[in-house]
């Protein structure tokens, strides 16, 4: 039986437009198919050909901005002023990539030149080179629906190195993404491209996805969701007669440090600064912080204090769909009948628009119980109460791997703070000394991922500009003839 795909007013959950089917195995097949078909010959593109189409792609969003941001908002319920930041950043990242490509960086070249006799210190002439990995799997999340979704980091990292893309369209937002997938095809063929280097297919049935990923020419997936449906897909990309590689960013829990010196210097402005963090966009972020670890002290004490008044006066937005809606409620549930929690801010949410959680645990509690690090994705967190530094790096052992860590007052070394940046580098992608982690640059340096369960692939990024590495296999040239050496890196 076909799944029927339908636009989804996100504020009343009234249907818009009629319904439409998701893509069967044939047109999967056909749209894969297509991808390889033109795989090599996108991958001996220029650079300068494929920074003319990411800047083609934005400036086509640019275009489309009150069209495609207000179906956005329909469907999605995140509002003008967030759904407007969010295109901005999408195009500037299609613009970053194009700017790395013109900067020739994406050609990494290593060349060693022969060394006349024997080994081990004679050696041929070696030069090692990048080639693209073939058409490549995107999956779109739900709760970036331009950033991370049809045209987001993925898909503009895969095209910046030269691999065809089928894009999976995210069934709560699917009239938008399909919008946005006929945006891409129209700029593809405006460039004298083929039109097998931008697939779009889509789908709310679980089969959608394997078929995707079972499909023999996908050489790659990139995937941004839920920790049980990317370890779904995971396993099932591993398992293929040719395993390909699955770099899944699964969110995490964030843990967020607040030591001493930050509570008693300024707790009250950072107490509202994390409530913020935590209810932006309905805590909707991989990045929001799940756990605040606080320790016993009459200044950490106020911190707490004023942290669940802030957190209490705080509303947050209606949830992208009524799935993510259901998951989070189960969760707060779950937390509300553990009796190791305190509550602190535990009002009930309403039919349209979830409250916020928050309660308190001791370190030894949620040490000892797996359930508690688990995420609740939304606007809920655990304050967890740690005696020392000693404990606090014990908590974030427990927690294992996750995309942040936060440390608050960490500005004074010693013996303890270099432990604990230790201990939060060792579990975490990326460390913060300030700020809160919600909101992720797109540069060079960001590093969005982490040790598992937070990512599958911990030693690559799904944002910033090292993402496209992801799609680059590295192959050593060995005595290659002076017509190749020549290309200095450049695919053939």
Known sequence: MTTMLQSIEARTGTAVGTQWSESTQADIDQTVAAAAAVADAFAATSAAQRASLLRALSTAL????????????????????????????????????????????????????????????????????????????????SNFPFAFSVLGGDTAAALAAGCPVVVKGHPAHPELSRVTAALAQRVVAEQGLPAGVFGFVQGGSIEVGVQLVQAPAIAAVAFT????????????????????????????????????????????????????????????????????????????D????????????????????????????????????????????????????PRPFLAEVQAADFIASHALHEEVFGSAALVVRVASVDETIAVLRAIGGTLTVTLWGAEVEDESTRNLVRAATQVAGRVLFAGVPTGVAVTGAQQHGG????????????VGYAALDRFLRPVALQDAPAWLAERKGVPC
């Open 225 to 300: 969701g839920s920790f049980k449906g990317g370890t779904a897909l995971a396993k099932i990309a591993g398992d293929r007669p040719r395993p390909i590689p699955f770099y899944g960013e699964l969110g995490s829990v964030n843990p967020l440090v607040v030591l001493p010196a930050a509570a008693a210097k300024n707790g009250t402005e950072l107490a509202a600064t994390l409530a913020g963090s935590i209810c932006v966009g309905a805590g909707q972020f991989c990045t929001s912080p799940g756990i605040i670890l606080v320790q016993k002290d009459a200044a950490s």
């Open 451 to 462: 040790p598992y369960p937070a990512a599958t692939q911990p030693f690559t990024t799904s």
């Open 62 to 141: 640019e275009a489309e901005r009150a069209t495609l941001v207000a179906l956005a908002d329909r469907e999605t319920g995140l509002g003008l002023p967030r759904l407007n930041g969010e295109l901005d950043r999408t195009t500037f990242q299609l613009r970053g990539f194009a700017d790395v490509l013109e900067a020739g960086t994406v050609h990494a070249y290593v060349d060693d030149a022969a060394v006349a006799g024997p080994p081990p210190v004679g050696r041929p002439h070696l030069a090692r080179v990048r080639v693209p990995v073939g058409p490549v799997a995107m999956f779109s999340a």
């Open 302 to 353: 106020a911190f707490i204090t004023a942290f669940a008044a802030a957190l209490q006066a705080l509303q947050p937005h209606a949830m992208l769909s009524s799935t993510i809606r259901s998951t989070f409620d189960k969760g707060v549930a779950r937390w509300r009948a553990d009796a190791a929690l305190t509550p602190l801010v535990a009002d009930v949410s309403d039919a349209v628009t």
